[in-house]
């Protein structure tokens, strides 16, 4: 946990945002995997954690925005529990801990917010994205579970994510100890890079990395030759020569901030001609990227400069023809570039995507773009310092789209179709790194994991 001021202070912040009514906060329970007690590795709520940093099932707090009071609900264990938990901390201990002066048994929660009902006064709370908290909420308002989204406060919402996208010191310094596992995690998969071993084993293996540091993995990890899929968690693969190792995956620290790279490895560590073309062409736009991103431009006008990139790239090697700008502009780079160029990240991988993704990437100036591929940008809004922001742009040949496209000529003046079923079988490139905007440009958070054609070749089977 960070130290009590932290959470004193982020609550602070909060009620200078929203004077009115109150604010209820949902901690997350434990969650059942295949019987009752039998439960998924448990993972706090990320706003219940930035507000109120305890990391212990079944609680959940009030804060009043007029009167300042704050409150934690939660159970003391009774000694059956202890017998098989060992002591627990005591919710006044918690409260103590994070600076809530008031606690009590979780039933009084629902009192608490009958008594502000009653009062005329307003609830606010985060849209639910468990079926635990929309049942509680449902108890709690005496809505159906299917309709309490649909009273989650917007101001809230944009109040919260106003708060958590600006990172301080002490969750760079979080997110650079998930920077470094996840450093480890790459490194040691690409070393392991060689032709004959298992997709799964190298998964297997850098999945347990976070693990032996006692935190976890920030997304359950991507490790495939069909990098074409661009989420692929199928790892029953055997590594051929010839093909290339798709790896996404990153850590979360011991207080949950995220990390989340991705590279793409040659089987045993040398790339071919075609390869290294595709290749240099993502880690141009990678490049780009990061040479583009600071404060007061726009994530997405960052997104299209990474597109033009690879459209010029794909032009050059004869895949694209015609102009780049209206290539891009006619969206023809997403047959090869269908996803966004990021998102941000801090204590989710994909920070906050829960409050809703078009409050997080986007504001009133900066809208999303309704075109295949630039439409899956997750942040495109104007970038301001101390946010976290992942770049990660790729290349993919995928079969069933091109099909598609090809069909129904599809950007047909910007694609050569005939080039491009040479590299039916090519999979796809994807190249991850985690920037910090700072007050002139950003920085790459932790050290680089290779990512030149080089170092890639000096490091699979080292
Ligand atoms: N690293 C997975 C994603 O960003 O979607
Ligand atoms: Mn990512």
């Given at each position: 946990m960070f130290k009590k001021e932290v959470y004193v202070r982020r609550r602070a912040d909060l009620k200078k945002l929203m004077t009115k009514g109150v604010g209820l906060f949902l901690g997350n329970v434990e969650s059942p995997?295949?019987?009752?007690?039998?439960?998924?590795?448990f993972r706090q709520d990320s706003s219940f954690l930035y507000f109120?940093?305890?990391?212990?099932?079944g609680l959940g707090a009030i804060i009043d925005f007029e009167s300042g009071e704050e409150f934690l609900f939660g159970n003391d264990v009774e000694i059956e529990d202890i017998i098989w938990m060992g002591v627990q901390p005591k919710l006044v201990d918690k409260a103590e801990k994070i600076g809530v002066a008031n606690s009590a048994p979780f039933n009084k929660l629902f009192d608490k917010v009958k008594e502000v009902v009653a009062q005329g006064r307003k609830v606010h709370y985060l849209p639910p994205y468990r079926g635990e908290s929309k049942i509680i909420l449902s108890e709690v308002f005496g809505l159906h579970p299917s309709r309490v989204n649909e009273y989650r406060s917007l101001e809230l919402v944009k109040a919260v994510i106003k708060l958590r996208e600006v990172k301080d010191a002490f969750e760079i310094a979080e997110i650079e100890k998930a920077c470094a596992i996840g450093y480890e995690m790459h490194v040691t998969g690409m070393k392991m890079?060689?032709?004959?071993?298992s997709e799964q084993k190298i998964a297997g293996t850098i999945e347990a990395i976070p693990l032996k540091y006692g935190g976890h993995y920030s997304f359950p990890v991507i490790l495939t030759q069909n990098g074409q899929t661009l989420h692929n968690h199928d790892h029953s693969g055997i590594l051929k020569e010839g093909k290339l190792m798709l790896t996404d995956c990153g850590a979360e620290s011991l207080m949950h901030y995220a990390s989340d790279f991705t590279r793409t490895t040659p089987i045993n560590g040398t790339f071919t001609q075609k390869q290294k073309e595709i290749y240099q062409i993502v880690l141009d736009a990678n490049n780009a990227a990061t040479a583009a991103s600071k404060p007061g431009i726009t994530y997405q006008s960052v997104h299209l400069l990474a597109a033009k990139v690879i459209a010029s790239g794909l032009k050059d090697l004869g895949l694209m023809k015609g102009d780049v700008d209206a290539a891009v502009k006619a969206g023809a780079h997403a047959m090869f570039?269908?996803?966004?160029l990021g998102h941000q990240m801090g204590l989710d991988v994909h920070d906050m995507e829960d409050l809703g993704q078009i409050y997080v990437g986007y504001d009133d100036v900066t809208r999303p773009i309704d075109q295949f591929g630039t439409a899956y940008l997750r942040l495109g809004k104007e970038l301001k310092e101390g946010y976290v922001i992942t770049n990660e742009p790729g290349i993919y040949f995928i079969p069933a789209l091109i099909d598609k496209w090809q069909a129904e000529k599809i950007n047909n003046d910007f694609i050569n179709f005939d080039k491009v079923n040479e590299y039916r079988d090519f999979g796809g490139i994807r190249l991850e790194d985690d920037l910090l905007i700072t007050n002139n440009g950003c920085k790459l958070i932790g050290d680089r994991i290779p990512i030149t054609i080089a170092e890639i070749e000096n490091t699979v089977g080292k």
């Open positions: 995997m295949n019987y009752m007690d039998n439960t998924f590795h109120f940093g305890i990391d212990h099932p890079a060689l032709a004959g071993e570039f269908p996803h966004g």
